[in-house]
């Protein structure tokens, strides 16, 4: 049994991918063809934006709008602490400071109490200017954004949404990557839409923005990639990876979506008597990138992960460690006590084998094995 099988996903639309790949062998179009804008005219459509700028990757896709927005020294940005390191790594590398934020303890979305108070702790010292908040669409469901916003306009703040696992979702009829002021995505091959290598992507209804993120993505460029008005990154999207989503985005949303949401009501109901349930929001759809229990304490988690791996059933831990212990960041000196729901959920969590492709033998077996160790 595979964790999240991308073979099988490969077998069920080999022929329409191999055909996309092999026409850009044939016509050599391998950096910027024409695949890349048609991607990124789907992408804006489907998300409901204006712009979509596809890029090297999701870390790329959060630098190249931290960049945009010029975000730098003395600026404060707010990012949940439990999350991929990206979220909180892009901040430090365009030198201002992540202040880390506690998160929900069901959903594991950014904690809009615990938001205010850093964003009002920040104010108070003085020192950072509070800039952005980096909203994370964590495990597929989007984050709080109604409140979000709330807070990002009383505080003259912009939103990045970090959706890199939440393409696909929604809120009522509207989809993530369409709640930031700018949006981001990764098509890490695991990822709910994943292509076969690195990729990424930034949304944005802003066209000013857009234009600055398409020049900082090619070298800062002006005129021509010649022509260099401003220091920027080579990060593009490569024509093979956009003809590999190309042939998947419409299996993703006909497809996909459909069978993950089935798979998570299955685990839902035969799992629900025996551990903690991944929590979505009413009104709010979850593309699944994971789906993650949690159990009483570490030693139960770490016994539970064990059994399963005897057993033949793969699992993984998002996240062992909070962001804010994260040795690379240590010299930021975060303080435990802001962290408590995050410092708990990295000892609780664990998510299970889960895919758009699983076979249900495989389920139920996981299901078997986890109430067989609950009921031990
Ligand atoms: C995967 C991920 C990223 C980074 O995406 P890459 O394409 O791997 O660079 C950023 N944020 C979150 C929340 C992620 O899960």
């Known amino acids: 049994m595979e964790f999240r099988d991308l073979r099988k996903q490969y077998a069920s639309m080999k022929m329409q991918i191999d055909q996309n790949i092999q026409k850009v062998l044939n016509d050599a179009n391998f950096i910027m063809g024409s695949q ?55 901040v430090a590398a365009v ?18 109490d615990s938001l205010q108070y850093m964003i009002e702790k920040v104010i108070a010292e003085g020192k950072l200017t509070p800039k952005v908040i980096i909203s994370v669409d964590l495990f597929g469901q989007p984050a709080e954004y109604e409140a979000i916003r709330k807070l990002a306009e009383k505080y003259h703040m ?27 995505t990764s098509f890490f091959p695991a990822k709910p839409l994943g292509c076969y290598g690195d990729g990424g992507a930034i949304f944005t209804n802003c066209d000013e923005w857009a234009e600055v993120i398409k020049s900082l ?37 006909q497809k996909e979506l459909i069978e993950v949401e089935k798979l998570a009501q299955y685990y839902n109901e035969k799992l629900s008597a025996y551990v903690k349930i991944p929590s979505v929001k009413e009104g709010y759809r979850s593309s ?13 988690r770490d016994e539970l992960q064990q059994f399963l791996k005897d057993n033949g059933i793969p699992t993984a831990v998002y996240y062992q460690k909070p962001m804010h212990q ?14 408590q729901n995050t410092i708990h959920l990295s000892q609780t969590v664990l998510s299970l084998p889960f895919h758009p492709y699983m076979d249900m033998k495989d389920a139920d077996k996981v299901i078997e094995k986890i109430v067989e160790y609950m009921e031990r």
Not at 42 to 64: F, P, R, S
Not at 95 to 112: L, M, Q, R, Y
Not at 232 to 250: F, Y
């Open 36 to 90: 890349v804008v048609e991607l990124e005219n789907a992408l804006a459509e489907y998300v409901g934006v204006k712009h979509c700028i596809t890029c090297a990757n999701g870390t790329d896709a959060l630098q190249l709008s931290l960049i945009a927005w010029n975000v730098g020294v003395m600026d404060a940005v707010f990012v949940p602490d439990f999350t991929f390191f990206s979220s909180g790594e892009v």
């Open 288 to 300: 699944w990138a994971q789906y993650t229990i949690q159990v009483e304490n570490q030693n139960d």
């Open 95 to 112: 030198g201002a400071t992540p202040i880390f934020v506690d998160v929900d303890k069901d959903t594991c979305n950014i904690s809009i």
């Open 217 to 253: 993505r090619v070298h800062g460029k002006g005129e021509s990639k010649y022509d260099n008005i401003r220091i920027g990154m080579n990060s593009r999207l490569d024509t093979i990876q956009a003809s590999v989503l190309l042939a998947k985005l419409p299996i993703f949303e």
């Open 158 to 184: 912009y939103i990045l949404e970090d959706g890199a696992q939440g393409f696909g979702g929604r809120i009522g009829e509207a989809r993530a990557c369409s709640f930031g002021d700018v949006a981001t």
């Open 326 to 339: 994260q040795k690379a960041f240590e010299k930021y000196e975060y303080a435990d006590e802001n962290y």
